[in-house]
């Protein structure tokens, strides 16, 4: 079979309406091949692309119940190409994954 080809580019993913940057794509029922969330099942586009500048991203991860020990460089510019990107307009910081529990 000849794989599909991207619908969208993975170095620069669209926002999904969960707040979500697209981490993988997929067809809705009735719908077509697109981006998609793979987290909340989501295949609808942000309406409006959020404007990230001088915003600052923190591990999922990096919080107090946490095993695994964060430092400041895991603190990186946000961008909606970062792992799992996740908008949080209403928090100082947004979130990705920084990998500290692998990537299996
Ligand atoms: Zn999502």
Not at 42 to 69: I, M
């Amino acid at each position: 079979m000849i794989p599909e080809p991207p619908t969208f580019d993975h170095r620069n993913p669209p926002m999904m309406s969960c707040g979500h940057a697209a981490n993988s794509e997929g067809t809705p029922a009735g719908g077509t091949r697109g981006p998609a969330c793979a987290i909340c099942s989501e295949f609808v586009v942000a309406p409006a692309q959020p404007n990230l500048e001088g915003r600052a991203a923190k591990c999922a991860y990096d919080n107090p119940r946490s095993k695994k020990v964060h430092t400041d460089r895991q603190r990186v510019p946000s961008s909606l190409s970062l792992a799992f990107f996740s908008w949080q307009p209403d928090e100082e910081f947004d979130e990705y994954y920084c990998g500290c529990y692998g990537w299996d």
